[in-house]
């Protein structure tokens, strides 16, 4: 059985979001590097939303006259109009600046797509033809002061069926890559998509369970290092006693990884996506791309 056809949807694209926010090189250098290693289309796309950064209409329901009420309101349907425009140039001069920057910094071609609506809603209408997906950890709205999440991203988490790929603010080309397990459904198919997709070819892998060992844990660690060897990969194991979000975020640093993949979300420890999750702490705390996995 081919492991890669039966994991992975290999007719897609690379299919990656971008707004005017500081993410947009790294994503757009993670998508070519995608596109790259997959030998999968590129396609770039920016999503105009009305509904975001636009001011509250004024209360015209006051002592004005009807003649200067019908002015007003003729003015900001202009404005309206004038601004809807401005938004269409900047985003095409945006999209033609990442199309640019892939194909000079990685030799990638990339198609452009201007879109309006939600960015959720349009990820998932494209999705059918996406093999995978890499957004920004924070948008252009973001606040950054926070240290939150943009909540345009913990929505796209969960609309989307696709491997979905985080990028940081600055790209590192990948070299080594670590796998957060638990033995799961969700991240035993994470190991056989590692050990099997183009993506990862050639890198080293760290596996990392968390928990306190037992026979259980330690008969899946052994299944995924020998998954991982039968592809040819360099393989490390780490059995990790601790709470689960601080060992993964350290295990990052100390491990010296350029990727994690984990679980997006579901029922254990690993793949729960809720406010103060694993997933949330570990995509807001972490300095490298996170591949989620449903």
């Known amino acids: 059985m081919n492991m890669t056809k039966t994991l992975l949807h290999v007719g897609g694209r690379v ?7 500081v993410y947009t090189g790294s994503v757009a250098s993670y998508a070519a590097w995608s596109a790259r290693r997959l030998d999968a289309p ?3 796309v920016h999503v105009l939303d009305r509904r975001r950064g636009q001011p509250g209409a004024p209360d015209l329901s006051g002592n004005l006259a009807l003649d200067t009420r019908e002015q007003l309101l003729a003015e900001l349907v202009q404005l309206d109009e004038q601004r809807g425009k401005l938004a269409q140039e900047a985003g095409r001069l945006l999209l033609q600046q990442v199309q640019a920057a892939a194909q000079a910094s990685h030799g990638v071609a990339a198609e452009t797509r201007l879109r309006h609506g939600s960015l959720s809603g349009t990820l998932g209408e494209l999705e059918p033809d996406v093999r995978m997906f890499v957004i920004g950890k924070r948008g252009e709205h973001a606040d950054f002061d926070t240290g939150h999440l943009g909540s345009q991203l ?3 988490v969960r609309s989307v069926r696709r491997p979905l790929l985080v990028a940081p603010r600055t ?3 990948p070299r080594r890559v670590m796998v957060a397990f638990d033995g799961s459904a969700t991240t035993r198919k994470g190991i056989e998509i590692v050990a099997a997709s183009p993506l990862f070819r050639g890198l080293d892998v760290v596996v990392l369970m968390v928990g306190e060992a037992d026979a259980q ?11 991982l060897r039968e592809h040819g990969h360099q393989v490390e194991s780490r059995q990790q006693s601790g709470a689960v979000n601080e060992t993964i975020s350290a295990a990052i640093d100390e491990e010296r990884v350029d990727v994690l993949v984990m679980g997006a979300y579901g029922h254990s420890r690993i793949r729960n996506m809720i406010v103060g999750s694993t997933t949330t702490y570990v995509l807001r705390t972490s300095h490298v791309p996170v591949l989620l996995l449903r």
Request: hydrophobic share 50%.
């Open 154 to 156: 913990e929505r796209v």
């Open 217 to 227: 844990q330690a008969s899946a660690l052994h299944w995924a290092e020998e998954t």
């Open 171 to 173: 790209f590192r080309e």
């Open 15 to 21: 299919l990656a979001a971008i707004d005017d926010s």
């Open 42 to 44: 590129l396609e770039f």
